[in-house]
């Protein structure tokens, strides 16, 4: 129908010129005739939003791996500000018309109704806005990913401090805490700047498109079809009233295994029963090779995958200067390859992190063969379900030899990762609270009045914790979430996929195997479901009430006691032999 590039290499140094003509043959070409020629018009529409797509991907990709690199920045910039905004433009444009033409197909029908709402509240005004969002956002990740301290005369990313903070020397562990703290602290106005600044957009954004307020529009923008502002408000309260009393009862036990009056928080990352940090792994290599055999332990066919990214470059793992913080998973859309990117240093969390993102890896593996790029995709919720339910179903198998943990590392490692879901869930709650109270709230544009309500809401679901004098590096903690920034409303995710996880997890104790068979079931759907239906396939339902919730906590802190007293059997009553 249209001769198309070969492959990204063709849009690598691509203006929105040279990408039009392919969107404008697509919105003219002639739709007349039998379903085949509608059903080749989306493979070549899907063929080439892959090609588009990787092409920017790589450039995002480059940027990230170093955010110094000027012209790294210019690719990226000129990808995310102007040819991706436009881009939106003409996917709705051709998702209109063929939602004029009323043509329907059963795998299709999730991804037609989220082409209805696309069409719904697309704003040609908003694209402009997007893209100096989209240039916000590069600023934001320029200024973090330069940010170091000086450790004992050596210059050390933020990243980097985290295996101070697991020091048995309570010393070395607070001024880890406050050196990255004050790194934020003294960046804070040039945050608050540029928040400002993307407030000001996004609210004009849900204003022009005829939204009250800017989280009703990322309801609708993100397509979350089965639950609304007040459930997200439901799983708040049920947090509060289940999950904060755990994690307070987890910090008494911390306290006084440590001997110490009153807890901090550069206290809550020391392992409590190792006498040395754990390392588990010294160089990236090791971290890789290793990785490769727990996958193939979880499954033969997951472990290939890995290994096949392994073999082919597809892993930027480590921590250097000028590396944008955190972690992702990202698709390249076109050849089928998803590529991991993280600031791993040699701590237990680089080991979660890793298998996480692989999650989502073997997620973009799975979907790759379905026809056309919009099946691949799902919402946020299904994609970290695919992600969180990993670190679970992986966790058996970090055992030496296959593993990175001695017997009673692995113990340790297990109580680590097993308290943070927890308190991962008080995180996820208060971080989601605190962003619906921003965008709902006229003093939301107020950066004095959003630090004093970040306090107030980490002092309603924090527990167990003294955080007196401290209430500037409290505060800091906000402006180090880039999903904040980058990501707005991006976050509940994480805390429907941890609760599903731990339902995947409940399932395997009980057959690991046929754990692990629904979960590639679920993977292979991509988008083609409902949420409900996906996580149906996967043996678990979105938990929003304080009942269902409690009861996983419950099962969790049961896991949690059977490790503490399982020095000699790390993961007996864990999962079966």
């Not at 492959?7 to 002639?30: G, H």
């Not at 957009?201 to 009250?212: K, M």
């Amino acid at each position: 129908m249209i001769d198309l590039p070969a492959s990204p290499e063709a849009f690598r140094d691509a203006t929105w010129d040279d990408v039009a003509p392919y969107y404008e043959r697509l919105a003219t070409e002639p739709l007349d005739g039998l379903d085949d020629v509608i059903e080749d018009w989306l493979a070549t529409w899907s063929r080439l939003d892959t090609l588009v797509g990787e092409a920017g991907t790589l450039a995002m990709i480059a940027y990230t791996a170093n955010t110094a690199d000027s012209a790294a920045e210019q690719a990226y910039l000129r990808f995310s500000m102007d040819i991706f905004p436009r881009l939106e433009e003409q996917q709705v444009r051709l998702a209109r018309r063929l939602i004029e033409r009323g043509w329907t197909r059963d795998d299709l029908e999730t991804t037609l109704r989220r082409f209805r709402t696309d069409i719904e509240i697309f704003r040609e005004a908003n694209v402009s806005r997007f893209s100096q969002i989209e240039e916000l956002s590069a600023s934001y990740q320029k200024i973090t990913g330069g940010m170091s301290v000086d450790w004992d005369g050596e210059s050390k990313t933020i990243p980097q401090l985290q295996p101070y903070l697991k020091d048995r020397d309570r010393g070395v562990r607070e001024r880890a805490f406050r050196l990255g703290a004050q790194a934020y602290l003294e960046k804070r106005d040039e945050l608050a700047d540029l928040f400002d600044r993307m407030y000001a957009l996004r609210t004009a954004v849900s204003s022009e498109a005829g939204f009250g307020d800017f989280q009703q529009y990322c309801f609708a923008a993100k397509h979350r079809f089965d639950y609304t502002p007040s459930d997200t408000a439901r799983f708040h309260e049920a947090v509060q009233r289940t999950v904060t009393p755990a994690v307070a009862r987890l910090m008494r036990h911390r306290q006084q295994k440590l001997g110490l009056d009153v807890l901090r928080p550069w206290d809550v990352g020391v392992d409590l029963d190792a006498t040395t940090p754990l390392k588990p792994f010294a160089d990236v290599g090791t971290f890789v090779g290793k990785a490769r055999r727990i996958f193939s332990r979880v499954d033969q066919e997951l472990g290939a995958q890995f290994g096949l990214m392994a073999d082919e470059q597809l892993l930027d793992l480590e921590s250097r200067p000028g590396k944008a913080p955190g972690g992702y998973c990202t698709d390249l859309a076109f050849r089928g390859r998803p590529f991991i990117f993280m600031n791993a240093v040699g701590v237990p969390d680089d080991v979660n992190t890793l298998v996480h993102e692989a999650g989502h890896c073997f997620h973009d593996f799975a979907t790759h063969n379905l026809p056309y790029t919009w099946q691949r995709r799902t919402g946020h919720e299904a994609a970290e379900l695919a992600s969180m339910s990993m670190e679970l179903l992986a966790m058996p198998y970090l055992v030496q030899p296959d593993g990175y943990y001695s017997p009673e590392d692995a113990r340790v490692a297990w109580l680590e990762h097993l308290e943070d879901v927890l308190g991962a869930l008080v995180h996820i709650a208060s971080v989601d609270a605190f962003q619906a109270w921003i965008y709902t709230n006229p003093a939301g544009a107020d950066r004095d009045a959003r630090d004093a309500k970040w306090l107030a809401l980490r002092s309603e679901f924090e527990a167990g914790v003294d955080w007196s004098g401290l209430e500037r590096e409290r505060v800091s903690r906000w402006y180090r979430q880039l999903h904040i920034f980058e990501l707005p409303f991006y976050y509940i995710e994480y805390g429907l996929a941890q609760l599903g996880a731990l339902q995947v997890f409940r399932n395997a104790v009980q057959d690991a195997g046929s754990a692990v068979a629904a979960y590639k079931r679920f993977l292979s759907l991509g988008g083609t479901r409902s949420l409900p239906e996906l996580y149906s396939a996967a043996g678990a339902k979105l938990v929003f009430d304080a009942d269902t919730m409690a009861e996983l906590v419950a099962f969790t802190e049961e896991r949690i006691e059977a490790l503490r007293a399982g020095a000699d059997a790390p993961f007996r009553g864990v999962v079966p032999a």
